[in-house]
């Protein structure tokens, strides 16, 4: 299992690939139970019935913008620190998956979403 983490921005049915910001799958996994668990939000989407894709995120409209907002209210290293125990993570690579997280939800605009692969 590869655990590649892919991000693209969707936009009139078009798929533009953006960074997964060096981070596996296991780090956003751990983000989406944290959402989950802590924000009450439920981020993960039924993915594709392929085998290649183990974990899926689709963020939109109010959604994203939510999540967003808690993200910049965040001190992401102080989030960081108590997200990546729990998934014995280092605490630096949650963090940069928590800021690849906010700068690509910082794009997300009118009928623009986010959508997260892990394959």
Same mark, same amino acid.
Request: proline share 4%.
């Given at each position: 299992?590869?655990?590649?983490?892919?991000f693209?921005?969707?936009?009139?049915?078009?798929r533009?690939?953006?960074?997964?910001?060096?981070?596996?799958?296991?780090?956003?996994?751990a983000?989406? $139970?944290?959402?989950?668990? =802590?924000?009450? /939000?439920?981020?993960?989407f039924? *993915?594709?019935?392929? !085998?290649?894709? %183990? $974990?899926?995120?689709?963020? =939109?409209?109010? /959604?994203?913008?939510?999540?967003? *907002?808690?993200?910049? !209210?965040?001190? %992401?290293?102080?989030?960081?620190? =108590?997200?990546?125990?729990?998934?014995?993570?280092? *605490?630096?690579?949650?963090?940069?998956? %928590?800021?690849?997280?906010?700068?690509?939800?910082?794009?997300?605009?009118?009928?623009? *979403?986010?959508?997260?692969?892990?394959?």
């Amino acid at each position: 299992m590869s655990q590649i983490a892919s991000f693209y921005l969707l936009k009139d049915g078009q798929r533009q690939e953006l960074s997964g910001g060096d981070c596996s799958g296991a780090v956003y996994m751990a983000i989406w $139970d944290w959402c989950e668990s =802590e924000l009450d /939000l439920d981020v993960r989407f039924p *993915a594709p019935q392929t !085998e290649d894709t %183990l $974990d899926c995120a689709l963020l =939109e409209g109010e /959604l994203a913008s939510k999540l967003l *907002a808690v993200l910049r !209210e965040q001190d %992401l290293p102080e989030l960081a620190a =108590e997200i990546a125990p729990d998934w014995d993570l280092p *605490a630096e690579t949650v963090q940069s998956g %928590l800021e690849t997280l906010r700068s690509h939800l910082e794009l997300v605009r009118g009928n623009t *979403a986010l959508l997260y692969e892990m394959t």
